[in-house]
């Protein structure tokens, strides 16, 4: 029974993440944002402060227990490299390269015990209240 009601659990959580992914997305539209637009943004959401962010947040510390928790944190430790990452090459004149910090994050994976804490995955997903208040902490801190 009990792991029913955590697939239960998941379902709802994923499906409350992604009718908010949805509603972001028919937010911007409607307040004239093109498709390139969202879609650009996006995956730099995705791919320039998330995904870094994750990797670096689990190369210290492991996972955080949830799939929400490890998105969440990874996002914000993300932004704080990103800023981090943005004044060390601004003040070393290059800022044309910035867009290179994400793969840094990268080599941390050649690092045995690093490694294994990146790719540990979480035990559950979180929530719906969760996902909620995770996304609104989120995007408010961006």
Same mark, same amino acid.
Request: include cysteine.
């Given at each position: ?16 993440? =992604?009718?908010?992914?949805?509603? $972001? ?25 998330? #995904?870094?962010?994750? /990797? /670096?947040?689990?190369?210290? =510390? ?18 704080? #490299?990103? =800023? ?8 070393? !004149? ?9 793969? $840094?994050?990268? $080599? =941390? ?7 294994? %804490?990146? #790719?540990?995955?979480? %035990?559950?997903? !979180?929530?719906? /209240?969760?996902? /909620? ?10």
């Amino acid at each position: 029974m009990t792991r029913w009601r955590s697939l239960g659990r998941a379902m709802m959580s994923g499906g409350t993440l =992604l009718g908010l992914a949805v509603a $972001a997305i028919w937010w911007l539209s409607r307040h004239g944002v093109d498709a390139g637009g969202i879609i650009t943004h996006g995956l730099y959401y995705l791919l320039a402060l998330t #995904l870094p962010g994750i /990797v /670096v947040l689990k190369a210290a =510390l492991g996972t955080r227990g949830t799939w929400i928790a490890d998105l969440v944190w990874g996002t914000i430790a993300g932004l704080c #490299l990103e =800023l981090l990452a943005w004044a060390m090459f601004v003040g070393l !004149g290059g800022a044309r390269l910035l867009f290179l910090w994400p793969l $840094a994050t990268l $080599a =941390l994976l050649l690092v045995p015990p690093a490694r294994r %804490r990146i #790719l540990e995955w979480p %035990r559950e997903f !979180g929530s719906p /209240v969760l996902v /909620v208040t995770a996304s609104l902490v989120t995007l408010s801190l961006w």
